[in-house]
């Protein structure tokens, strides 16, 4: 794990979806097999194909130079890269093994937001009240050098420029529904058991380095 430590593109310069980390049913009971094989191949590969999609869309239109379907093709390349990107984070934010951030993680946690627990019911209830579908994020932004929590809804808005994503909690109701139904907070709560705080630990590593 480098400065990215997430692989988006093969060598050509095509998106590629990486195998998951661990088996389906690796993360019961929080988050059940069945959830992680349809979210994985039916919510975020698909959207590794929109984002090649898009991109050639493009490429096309600068070739013919026809951009008739710019918007189409620019708003399909924002929705497919950002699911591809926040997806490959989640996965690999989560392992069943769980545990509390230490380090230099949990020193600047608690700079910006007083303590662990505080910092948890903060992310929990942005998490929970994002409008629809969307995620919860703690990204680091180098131009404040401060951790901030966000709300982001879809994949794509209200995002802040510039903020690296360094946990990322999925509330689609593609990532809950079979388990928690309309239970969101019952899910956002548990989730919480099973994040991987080394994984954050080496994001954060690599963001402010
Ligand atoms: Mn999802």
Redesign the pocket.
Known sequence: TSLYPDKLTDDTGKYVLLPLPYAYDALEPVIDTRTVEL?YNF??KPAVAAANKAEDGLALARETGDFALVKHYEKELALGLSSHIL?TI?WTNLSIKGGNPTGPLLKAIEKNFKSFDKFKVHMAAATTSVEGAGWGILGYLPASGKLMVLQCENHQKLTTWGIVPILVL?V?E??YYLKYQNRRPEYVNNIFNIINWDNVAARFDAATR
Do not use: K
């Open positions: 979210h919510h975020h997806h989640y999925d689609w593609h990532a």
